[in-house]
Nanobody, 118 residues
Framework: VQLVESGGGLVQPGGSLRLSCAAS????????MSWYRQAPGKERELVAR????????FYVDSVKGRFTISRDSNKNTVYLQMSSLKPDDTAVYYC????????????WGQGTQVTVSS
């Protein structure tokens, strides 16, 4: 049972990155999937979430219009497309899976570093 993030790296301000989170060992289609981030010296914050059934989405205000979360149930993968990146987006980005039924899931990935700098 695990989540494995990839796609982080160094990008210039205004650039784009796409993060991926591959899920295994649980029923991916039953889980709401989220991306969180944690910058140095700051608390971990929710960035975006996508629901399990209807793929309803939520975004924190600071990323609305710039980030897009999506999921592919055929690949058991959730994505975060990030555009118009700013230095304030620099953080470790974590994938999180949550479900209550049919089996409870509460699972974090290991994180991937995103650095926005010129």
């Amino acid at each position: 049972v695990q989540l494995v993030e990839s796609g982080g790296g160094l990008v210039q301000p205004g650039g784009s990155l796409r993060l991926s989170c591959a899920a295994s060992g649980f029923a991916f289609s039953t889980a709401a999937m989220s991306w969180y981030r944690q910058a140095p010296g700051k608390e971990r914050e929710l960035v975006a979430r996508i629901s399990s059934i209807r793929s309803n989405t939520f975004y924190v205000d600071s990323v609305k219009g710039r980030f897009t979360i999506s999921r592919d149930s055929n690949k058991n993968t959730v994505y975060l497309q990030m555009s118009s990146l700013k230095p304030d987006d620099t953080a470790v980005y974590y994938c999180f899976a949550f479900a209550q039924s049919p089996l409870p899931i509460n699972l974090w990935g290991q994180g991937t570093q995103v650095t926005v700098s010129s």
